[in-house]
């Protein structure tokens, strides 16, 4: 993760095409070989701080009992009992996630992680609805959530709010409003 923070904090300083591997890896106090060997690419240093929260959100998903909607996993429990980032962690969070306006490489990666969580929502829903993985009705719930919480995240790394505390109960409220819209559907 501390990879993750000082590729972010170079590429909002610098710029991503200003800032080499060497650069990320002399500022984390690592060798650029320990660097490449976890990362393929200077952009991909920032997985870590994507995926994070997207991988417990699929955790709390697979774990919610049978008996509860899905939208009950973000709208009751989320997050619990600090499980959520904290500060530096939302600041870096907010910081990539507006990078993905100006900078394509990290749009790709954030694209990409979504990407990836996408199918972990369709196993939930599939397994939930007794139906194929890929089938369109599993597909287009798991993007609808994945749209949701893509589209939250942004929505709230773009406001204007303030860091600390109230951004982080800005993202909770954020995601729970954006699922509570999926899960009215279409509805026009």
């Not at 939302?90 to 992680?113: D, F, K, M, N, Y």
Request: glycine share 6%.
């Amino acid at each position: 993760m501390e990879i993750a923070y000082e590729a972010v904090r170079l590429f909002t300083e610098q710029g991503v095409q200003a800032t080499s591997g060497e650069d990320i890896a002399k500022a984390a106090g690592i060798s650029p070989r320990t660097l490449w060997r976890y990362f393929p690419s200077k952009e991909q240093c920032v997985r870590p701080l994507l995926t994070r929260e997207l991988d417990r959100i699929a955790r709390r998903l697979v774990e919610l009992p049978a008996d509860r909607q899905l939208v009950s996993a973000i709208e009751d429990d989320f997050p619990a009992g600090g499980e959520g980032p904290d500060a530096e962690g939302l600041a870096a969070l907010r910081g990539l996630i507006r990078l993905t306006r100006s900078e394509p490489t990290i749009l790709a990666v954030w694209l990409q992680v979504h990407h990836e969580a996408e199918a972990v929502f369709a196993d939930v829903i599939a397994e939930r609805l007794g139906l194929p993985r890929d089938s369109l009705e599993v597909r287009v719930r798991a993007s609808m959530i994945n749209g949701a919480l893509r589209t939250a995240s942004e929505d709230w790394a773009l406001s204007q709010l303030s860091e600390g505390v109230a951004a982080s109960s800005a993202h909770q409220d954020m995601a729970r409003r954006a699922m509570r819209i999926a899960a009215e559907g279409l509805g026009c």
